[in-house]
């Protein structure tokens, strides 16, 4: 692969005959010999009438195969004519047979690589012409090469994932286009009272940037209006942020295998309550509470939570008054 530069293109040649012409007279007694060649060419012909003046002729009208030559066998004009893969050669400095049977001489015909042209080709990742240089993730570097992008075996900024996760030496969960392939679990960093109003608007609120970019589905792990997350939850494994399994389904998450991380993918250090009003799999807890579907925050009313730091009790604790601030589950799953 080159850079810059311009293009070259080959184009073969044949000589298809020459024809020997009749000697002449010239005007200081000396002859003249004219041959005829026609070139042809991919669409056009060309004739080439090449003159050469004999002095001291050898072997003119003797057997053909000795050849025509004239003048010093320094001299090297040189013309040719093929028949059944023979070129028999007549020349100003000499005669030869070379036997070409069989063989051809082809050029490359493959277009060479040119970094920067726009065009990938040979050995080049990418090709953004003028653009090339681009640092940022899935930019094309100067020298043709793909810069940071999923696949590239490091997780980046932007992704979740860039190979499968590894667990005590074994895959939990796989990364596919560099996502977890399973949702993912988290709870806010933020608190709120039992006044919500919208906890799914709250979840949007501290959804992690990499999921965000996703175009995922963001929803809060809480019951709302009746409506049970058991509904709504997606089927095969949870995990953290970053990939850690939590579980091998929302069904069996009864309890979980972690301490459950933020949006940042940090411990909570203050505070361990979080609204939930459902149990670990979704469905209604023996003692429903929900500020008056999330909008009422004044005592007697109660609110039913769980506590982020009870592997076991992480959605189902019991109830505190929806004056209390706690913090939200949210659940990031492909749609």
Same mark, same amino acid.
């Given at each position: @692969?080159r850079?810059?530069?311009?293009?070259?293109?080959?184009?073969?040649?044949? %000589?298809?005959?020459?024809v020997?012409?009749?000697?002449?007279a010239? $005007?200081?007694?000396?002859?003249?010999?004219?041959l005829?060649s026609?070139?042809?060419?991919?669409?056009?012909? $060309?004739?080439t009438?090449?003159t050469?003046?004999?002095?001291?002729?050898t072997g003119?009208?003797?057997d053909p195969?000795?050849g025509?030559? +004239?003048g010093?066998e320094?001299e090297?004009?040189t013309?040719?004519?093929?028949?059944g893969g023979?070129?028999k050669g007549?020349?100003?400095g000499g005669?030869?047979?070379?036997d070409?049977s069989?063989?051809?001489s082809?050029g490359d015909?493959? *277009? *060479?690589?040119?970094?920067g042209?726009?065009?990938?080709?040979?050995?080049?990742e990418?090709?953004e012409g003028?653009?090339?240089g681009? @640092?940022?993730?899935?930019?094309?570097?100067?020298d043709?090469t793909?810069?940071?992008?999923c696949?590239?075996g490091?997780?980046?900024?932007?992704?979740?994932c860039? *190979?499968?996760? @590894?667990?005590?030496?074994e895959?939990?969960?796989?990364c596919?286009?560099?996502?977890?392939?399973?949702?993912?679990l988290y709870?806010?960093?933020?608190?709120t009272q039992?006044?919500i109003?919208?906890?799914?608007d709250f979840c949007?609120?501290h959804?992690p940037?990499? %999921? +965000?970019?996703?175009?995922?589905?963001v929803r809060?792990?809480?019951?709302?209006s009746?409506?049970?997350?058991?509904?709504?939850?997606?089927g095969g494994?949870?995990v953290?942020?970053k990939g850690?399994?939590?579980?091998s389904?929302?069904?069996k998450?009864?309890a979980v295998?972690a301490?459950i991380l933020?949006e940042n993918?940090?411990?909570?250090k203050?505070?361990?309550?979080?609204?939930t009003?459902v149990?670990g799999s979704?469905?209604?807890?023996?003692a429903?509470?929900?500020?008056k579907g999330?909008?009422f925050?004044?005592?007697?009313e109660?609110?039913h939570?769980?506590?982020?730091?009870?592997?076991?009790?992480w959605a189902?604790?019991?109830t505190?008054?929806?004056?209390?601030?706690?913090?939200?589950?949210?659940?990031?799953?492909s749609?």
């Open positions: @692969m850079r810059g530069g311009g293009r070259h293109a080959r184009v073969g040649v044949a %000589v298809a005959a020459v020997l012409g009749c000697p002449g010239s $005007e200081n007694g000396s002859e003249t010999l004219v005829s026609s070139t042809a060419a991919t669409e056009t012909t $060309e004739t009438l090449v050469v003046t004999l002095t001291g002729v003119y009208g003797s195969s000795e025509l030559s +004239a010093s320094s090297g004009t013309a040719a004519t093929t028949t023979t070129t007549v020349s100003a005669t030869g047979d070379s070409t069989g063989t051809s082809t015909d493959r *277009e *060479e690589a040119v970094c042209d726009g065009v990938v080709a040979g050995d080049e990418c090709d003028e653009a090339n681009d @640092m940022t993730y899935g930019g094309c570097l100067v043709c793909l810069g940071p992008h696949g590239d490091a997780k980046q900024a932007l992704e979740l860039d *190979e499968t996760a @590894m667990i005590d030496d895959p939990a969960v796989a596919v286009g560099c996502r977890w392939d399973a949702a993912i709870v806010t960093s933020g608190v039992g006044a109003a919208s906890p799914d949007a609120d959804v940037p990499e %999921v +965000a970019l996703l175009g995922w589905e809060a792990f809480i019951a709302e009746g409506g049970w997350p058991l509904d709504w939850l997606p494994p949870v953290q942020l850690e399994l939590l579980g389904s929302f069904g998450l009864s295998a301490t933020d993918g940090d411990e909570i203050s505070g361990s309550g979080v609204w009003n149990t979704g469905g209604e807890p023996a429903a509470a929900d500020c999330w909008s925050g004044e005592p007697p109660k609110g939570h769980g506590n982020v730091k009870d592997a076991k009790k189902d604790t019991g505190s008054y929806c004056t209390a601030q706690h913090h939200l589950y949210c659940v990031a799953f749609n």
